[in-house]
């Protein structure tokens, strides 16, 4: 079955669009709710959101589905996404929903789901409850229809499982660290377990006010977070995004460490000769080099963090993630999750007592450029000219080298990204391809 609600993470759209309504919210928990009921127990559904203003419309209309189908809904409200696996299996709901578009502007939102052992659904689950959304499942009888109610102790489950990830005894008092929350899902748990665990926290992006969710801030905007680093003398900046599944790091002189940075540094802490490490086509090359010296595999998947711990599991390997934030250690987490990867960077700096600047570059990474070229529709990657021009890089890069040219699964952007030695070269294949792509628009 050909998908169109979901993309690479759930269903996502600009709110009150076509695919992201009220109605389509009360569908798609009718449909979910459909899928996961079986059984005679009572069933119950996890929801935890992030901040923006369009997450209380959706959230109603998601749980009024639910509840015409017999499902009760547990609401914790703005809760990390990563927070949502772990209370979905801890809590043995029969399924968990995370309302958020995560590094997206306000305007936009999106529904993810967790299955009931806290891991995203694979595709054929998703193509099901898309099927459902098309047809009328059946309702519960009078007798049989759901509750709701509010659950106040979300953070607090939350923090006291993410303090666990790291050696109990291990404290971060002396160090001061900025915290850029994008005021999203994490702006009170985050803060709150730094400096349970001693830090002196520099708090920056948590004040939501239902619009401004990772505006100019955030793992996808990095400059306040920097200038702070510099202005407050801190040790270290922490960038998670609106959903607190990514982050990205900042040393003391505010230079930014990437997804494959971070993962590189914790590879080198947890992983041996033999192991191997999941990611996706967009880690670099650099990356890849620097684990073959160090006897570990990597492992590419497509892009999207589920399609990365889906192969983790099946190989059964322990840390993968994306270039773009996402880090995934699934022995303590079931999905990429921003606060646990802080933890683990921060655990380094006090037992290594090394500087951030010294931990947070392990590799050279080859040159590497990524243009995003929005399109209006079609399919601009079938063209004819597109495809010629894709074929041309390939050859002027021959061994020096690579090319992954995508449509995002989460917005109406082709995504053109090369990586090669010769910068120059590098720029030319890129802006011929993403020029091309332009036209066939």
């Not at 947890?270 to 890849?288: A, C, I, K, Y």
């Amino acid at each position: 079955m050909t998908r169109k609600l979901f993309g690479t993470d759930g269903v996502r759209g600009r709110a009150n669009g076509a695919t992201m309504n009220a109605e389509m919210a009360m569908r798609l928990g009718m449909a979910a709710g459909a899928y996961f009921r079986n059984g005679d127990h009572a069933h119950q559904v996890v929801i935890g959101k992030d901040t923006r203003r369009s997450g209380y419309m959706l959230e109603t209309a998601m749980t009024a589905g639910f509840n015409a189908v017999g499902m009760s809904s547990l609401m914790f409200g703005p809760l990390p996404t990563p927070a949502v696996g772990m209370l979905t299996r801890s809590m043995r709901a029969d399924l968990g929903v995370m309302i958020s578009a995560s590094h997206n502007s306000f305007e936009d939102n999106g529904i993810k789901f967790f299955g009931p052992d806290g891991y995203k659904l694979d595709d054929a689950a998703e193509a099901e409850i898309e099927r459902l959304v098309a047809e009328t499942p059946s309702l519960a009888p009078p007798r049989g229809i759901g509750r709701s109610r509010r659950v106040e102790d979300g953070v607090g489950r939350y923090a006291e499982f993410v303090k666990t990830t790291i050696p109990r005894n291990l404290r971060l008092s002396g160090l001061r660290v900025v915290l850029d929350c994008a005021n999203g899902a994490a702006y009170k748990v985050a803060p709150q377990v730094l400096w349970e665990l001693g830090a002196e926290v520099i708090p920056i992006g948590v004040a939501p006010d239902g619009y401004n969710i990772n505006l100019n801030c955030g793992s996808t905007d990095t400059r306040a977070a920097a200038k702070a680093v510099v202005d407050y003398r801190a040790d270290i900046g922490l960038c998670l995004d609106g959903d607190a599944d990514r982050i990205i790091v900042l040393d003391e002189t505010g230079r930014q460490a990437d997804g494959d940075q971070i993962m590189a540094l914790i590879a080198s802490r947890r992983l041996e000769p033999g192991d191997s490490l999941v990611t996706t086509v967009m880690s670099n090359m650099g990356l890849e080099r620097y684990l073959k010296g160090r006897g570990v595999g990597l492992k590419r998947t497509k892009v999207g963090d589920r399609y990365v711990v889906e192969e983790m599991r099946a190989g059964g390997w322990r840390l993968g993630g994306e270039q773009s934030g996402h880090i995934v250690l699934t022995d303590v987490a079931t999905t990429g999750d921003g606060l646990v990867a802080a933890l683990q960077v921060l655990a380094a700096l006090v037992e290594t007592g090394k500087k951030a600047s010294d931990l947070l570059h392990v590799f050279e990474p080859v040159p590497q450029l990524l243009k995003n070229v929005r399109f209006s529709g079609g399919a601009p990657l079938e063209q004819a000219s597109v495809k010629s021009a894709i074929a041309d890089g390939e050859k002027r890069f021959a061994d020096r080298g690579r090319l992954v040219i995508r449509a995002s699964g989460t917005e109406p952007l082709i995504r053109v990204m090369g990586e090669c030695e010769d910068p120059k070269l590098l720029e030319k294949v890129v802006d011929d391809i993403a020029a091309a792509v332009a036209s066939a628009d």
